[in-house]
């Protein structure tokens, strides 16, 4: 059996440490809501997180968040849409999604 990840077109990476992404979505009525997630995992095609919500594969929603790694520190804002989600525990989703916008700038450290 094929391995998941060798069907991944971009490799992804977890040297990040736990980080917080914002999340804001819209409900099927149009009410606007948002809530946090945990990073899990990203690559240049999109990221992996924990949300505290489950979503729908093709649900578009906008996540702004700090990526944090040795080697970088940038801030993130991302339309995407979601690919995947799967329950993890009662209030746990993991969901994978796709960049369809992304915008990275990258952050300064202070002396």
């Known amino acids: 059996m094929e391995n998941r990840s060798d ?10 440490g736990p980080q917080t992404l914002q999340l804001s979505y819209q409900e099927v009525d149009g009410t606007p809501h948002e809530c ?11 990221l992996g ?3 505290p919500r489950a979503f729908q594969p093709g649900d578009v929603i906008q996540i702004k968040g700090s990526l944090r790694g040795p080697a970088y520190s940038m801030a993130l804002d991302a339309r995407v849409r979601v690919a995947y989600c799967r329950r993890m525990h009662k209030d ?12 990275y700038r990258r952050i300064e450290e202070q002396p």
């Not at 069907?7 to 990040?16: A, G, I, P, Q, V």
């Not at 946090?36 to 999109?46: C, N, P, R, V, Y």
């Open 36 to 46: 946090e997630a945990k990073l899990w995992d990203f690559s240049e095609g999109g």
């Open 49 to 51: 997180m924990d949300s």
């Open 92 to 103: 746990s989703h993991r969901v994978g999604v796709a960049f369809l916008d992304v915008s």
């Open 7 to 16: 069907n991944r077109r971009f490799r992804r990476t977890r040297d990040h």
